[in-house]
């Protein structure tokens, strides 16, 4: 396992400020109130802890196949139905959303090989990323991929608490399935609009992994 490159700044910071805040402790709480200040120290570390586990990048064998959708995420899928598309396509496409919790890996995969046709970046909300108007209102990355003709469009999605989407794609690129695509900082969701005919092999509410399970084929 390795931490993201994404999380460096942040985990320093970190680290700075809970060595003051123990330090602090140990001189001025800690004579007085002991209980207290373990309290403090155990907090402090146990929220460092989080903070490096959120921005972990573990060890996994890809899932690798052509004609195969691969999760873009880690998470819950939470919606798979066909909806009317509100960008880039005008059309009718099926729909399957993916909830990232704050304990769930959030880098961010391409979940096909292909080209991408579209980046685009949308500010918005912060509405909590299981609500239905997340994935038009709330801030969001889209990106188009498009492999043999066929295209699909995947939604960078941020919520309550992720306040930073990072995108590493623009037009032109060719890109590899399971190769990082982004990155969304502290619980957000990811959406997927697919051609109707896509084969979908995952079911509500089950768990993902991203460049690891796959949601189905096209």
Same mark, same amino acid.
């Given at each position: ?10 985990? #320093? ?7 003051? *805040? &123990?330090?602090?402790?140990? #001189? ?12 403090? +120290? ?20 890809? +899932?690798? =196949? ?11 899928? $939470? *919606? ?23 304990? &769930?890996?959030?880098? &961010?995969?391409?979940? *096909? ?53 990072? &995108? ?6 060719? *890109? ?6 982004? #990155?969304?900082?502290? =619980?957000?969701? $990811? ?16 768990? $993902?992994? =991203? ?8």
């Amino acid at each position: 396992m390795r931490i993201h490159k994404e999380g460096y700044q942040f985990i #320093f910071l970190s680290i700075v400020v809970v060595a003051v *805040v &123990n330090l602090l402790t140990l #001189f001025l709480v800690s004579p007085r109130y002991p209980v207290l200040g373990w309290i403090i +120290a155990i907090g402090t570390v146990g929220l460092l802890i989080f903070i490096l586990s959120f921005f972990r990048i573990p060890r996994r064998t890809h +899932a690798d =196949g052509e004609d195969l959708i691969v999760s873009p995420c880690d998470g819950t899928v $939470v *919606v798979i139905e066909e909806v009317q598309a509100d960008e880039y396509f005008n059309d009718r496409r099926l729909q399957l959303s993916i909830f990232m919790s704050p304990l &769930n890996v959030h880098v &961010n995969r391409n979940p *096909v090989t292909g080209e991408v046709i579209y980046s685009k970046y949308h500010p918005g909300k912060y509405l909590v990323a299981w609500h239905p108007k997340s994935s038009s209102d709330n801030e969001r990355h889209s990106i188009v991929y498009k492999q043999h003709g066929k295209e699909m469009l995947v939604k960078q999605i941020a919520g309550a608490l992720a306040k930073r989407i990072v &995108n590493y794609l623009k037009p032109g690129d060719q *890109v590899q399935q399971g190769s990082e695509m982004g #990155f969304i900082k502290f =619980g957000s969701r $990811v959406d997927l609009l697919l051609p109707l005919d896509a084969k979908i092999e995952v079911k509500m509410n089950q768990k $993902v992994k =991203g460049g690891v399970t796959v949601l189905g084929k096209w």
